[in-house]
């Protein structure tokens, strides 16, 4: 087999010789593998003792503290001090009306007695004090410088322009208010005694003495009448219903006790 196996590989290499095969290498026994030595057993670790952690310690509770009640000091009381012997404790006053004014303490009585004087000396302040036609409220507009616009009717009713009635010859507030069936009063509890109304006129106003003013006619001249309300230092005379001078006890000259001159 070998001598074949040899002429072909000499007609391969042209006719070299080949060198024969060496003798097979007789097979070598496979290197020992390094053994590891035996791991020796380690020591026993000796048991560690386990301590068991201390129970924690029981909870501390306090003992409640008892609180007192907090101390309301009660309010000093105010001494009261005993009302002097010397002095009087003022008596309870009873809400009673007011009486009137009296008329003594009032100075106004001289204006009375000055209105009296001025017109015993003929010194009056209109030309006639208590006629109540046409001509003498024209008179007596002349004596004051008036207009005389104002007189535009005769006695009794008439009616003016705009339709309004007024009592007399003159047009004024005071005939409108007589037109219309109100009463001529004063207030007995604001009339100061003054006089200022009957210096107007006494035909129409009457001042007794120690006593408060009152009218004594309802159908005066107008003109006059009307100066003595505007001429009143306190506005006692009004113009007013029949039953509201009833209920405020204004004087009207129709009571049964109304004075009147002598």
Known sequence: MFSRLREKIKGKLGGAPVAAPSAPLAARPPAPLPVRPAAQPSPPTPPVAVLAAPAPPPPVVAAPVAVAPPVVEAPAATPIAAPSPLVRA????????????????????????????????????????GSTDREHYIAR?????????TIIGGEGVNQAADGEAFWGPVDNESSRAKAHGKL???DQ????SCGTCVE?????????????????????????????IEACPVTCIHWVKVEEAADKGFATGNEPDSPRPE
């Open 141 to 149: 507009a002349k004596a004051n410088n008036r207009d005389i616009s």
């Open 200 to 228: 107007q006129t006494d035909k129409v106003f009457y001042l007794p003495a120690d006593a408060k003013a009152t009218p004594i006619a309802q159908d005066g001249p107008m003109d006059l009448i009307q100066d003595a």
């Open 189 to 192: 509890w604001e009339c100061i």
């Open 184 to 186: 001529l009063a004063i």
């Open 90 to 129: 003022p008596e309870p006053r009873l809400e009673t009306p007011d009486p009137l004014p009296p008329v003594a303490a009032r100075p106004s009585s001289l204006a009375a007695a000055a209105a009296a004087a001025a017109r015993s000396s003929d010194k009056l302040m209109h030309a006639d004090m």
